[in-house]
């Protein structure tokens, strides 16, 4: 339907064509609940396919390896004022390649290998990067680990301190990945500092919702933020590194020549344009209205009955502990997506199956927000998932069917950004 938008895409290459038509119908046909995605805009799109990608710049604004930086300078030093205005920060790196390589970069700042470094367990809601076991950064690094308790679902903050100060760590990361609650950064700080480490936040999930003041910053509390730019951002597929003066060296140091080489300016450009939507006052009623929407689907899910992690949520996720239900993880979230509706599987803390087979299944509302859906539709959204559950234990392929013809007509009246109109 949409191939004619690529004309030189199509001509050159008409099979590759295809696949980008057939991903633009997908995205506009599916109800996208996969928390860290979004849509970004069409302005956002535009400038990440520019001859931007023709040119290298090693170094930074003013500092390059190569010649002809005349335009490439202008463009990154104006992505580092916005995120410094956005964030409310002395220094920002905008050049990590995506977000796993910019917490590895921290690592290279402030750490040796074989130091000790702390994060929140993997199978808790932590991210891989975060002094997991199979990530470089647990074998290169002695990885301890933090977790949540079992009758809350929340963050045990004494249990955090004690083992802080039993394990003096070089690095402290807070954050994560499936994580439906508000993070105290200041309660972080507080451990961080009675056990000299540097604190790190990385806000990946939720950035956006910090920009749009839908979640405390920990701009205030932390050493550094570590962020992506393609989650709740709504930004291209990047990241960034911000920080007080103290720090910006070592942080530069490290991402170039550390371990980077050429920047990817396109996404530079992407991520200028992302930060400067973020800083209008529709944005920030996007983020409120993100939070909104998955405070309405989780109260919507509880009442089907289903449990959620923690009992529900405070920012734009949601994890669903199917432990009760006949339906494992998996299984749940591929008949979703014969249904229409694209999650992914996830453990839940605690869970009693394997990783690759897990209890639970995280969804958010980053997406269906950019498409202007609104708590009104939240319980709709919720019967969805009911019924496909409840399809998927019966082995009822029409019933999913069935939710995926409604859930394309909805998602039909309302387009989502930086496609072509289905
Ligand atoms: C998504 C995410 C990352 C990694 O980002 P990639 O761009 O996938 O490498 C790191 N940390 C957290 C908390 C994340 O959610």
Sequence with gaps: MSASRHPALLSTDPELASFVAAEEVLQAQTL???PSENYVSAAVLEASGTVLQNKYSEGYPGRRYYEGQQNIDRVEALAIERAKGLFGVDHANVQPYSGSPANLAVYLAFAKPGDTVMGMALPMGGHLTHGWGVSATGSWFRGVQYGVRADTGLIDYDAVRDLALAERPKLIFCGGTALPRTIDFAAFAEIAREAGSILVADVAHIAGLIAGGAHPSPVDHVDVVSTTTHKTLRGPRGAMLMCREEHAKAIDKAVFPGLQGG??????????????????????????????????????????????????TDNHLILIDLTGKDVPGKIAAKALDRAGIVVNYNTVPFDPRKPFDPSGVRIGTPSLTSRGLSTEHMPLVADWIARSVDAAAKGDERALAAIRAEVTDLMAAFPAPGLPLS
Excluded: W
């Excluded at 450009?269 to 998955?294: C, K, R």
């Design 263 to 312: 920047p990817h300016n396109q996404t530079t450009a992407g991520i200028a344009v992302a930060l400067h939507e973020a800083a209008q006052p529709s944005f920030t009623a996007y983020a409120h209205q993100v939070v909104a929407n998955a405070k309405a689907l989780a109260a919507a899910l509880l009442q089907n009955g289903f449990d959620l992690v923690s009992g529900g």
């Design 32 to 34: 996208r609940l996969i």
